[in-house]
């Protein structure tokens, strides 16, 4: 994921203030789960667990992520997509969807952990957490398709 954000960056740095910025939490977004999953944690009930502070500043990071995405980058690009025609409204039209379920899982995830006791964590909070990754990385892909066709405009 780090290494797709480096080649986001490179592709689409300094075109726009908005992007760039877009970048930005995506970066902040990657770090603060790397430091979720790789930190030295504490021990409790023979697994890990992230420090409060650190899982509630992952989930706040993640819905300032997929605010910004939502109401900045994607409403220019439907906006674009309206007027260049139906080829480009088409591909965004399929993009949008898959978009939507990764924002329905990072929102289940925030909804879920986001102000629960670091102690109250089930068992497999790493399985969806790590799904939450996975699903991470998969938008971000898509999201590189959406912005590859704003910034053509």
């Known amino acids: 994921m ?3 954000l480096e080649q986001s960056k490179k592709r689409w740095g300094g075109q726009n203030k908005v992007i760039d910025n ?3 939490e995506r970066q902040l977004l990657l770090v603060a789960y ?3 999953i790789g930190m030295p944690q504490k021990e409790d009930h023979n ?3 992230p420090s409060q502070q650190d899982l509630t500043r992952f989930c706040q990071i993640l819905m300032d992520y997929l605010s910004a995405g939502h109401f ?3 409403t ?3 906006a674009e997509c309206n007027e260049k025609g139906p080829d480009d409204k088409r591909q965004a039209d399929t993009i949008f969807p898959k978009l939507n379920d990764s924002t329905d899982l990072a929102l289940q995830f925030n909804d879920k952990y986001a102000e629960m006791p670091v102690d109250d964590l089930p068992d497999n909070f790493d399985i969806e957490l790590s799904a939450l990754g996975r699903a991470l990385e998969d938008r971000f892909s898509l999201e590189d398709q959406l912005l590859d066709m704003l910034v053509h405009y």
């Open 2 to 4: 780090l290494t797709q």
């Open 47 to 49: 697994h890990s667990l």
């Open 72 to 74: 900045e980058i994607f």
């Open 76 to 78: 220019n690009i439907v």
């Open 34 to 36: 790397c430091e979720l």
């Open 22 to 24: 877009w970048l930005k």
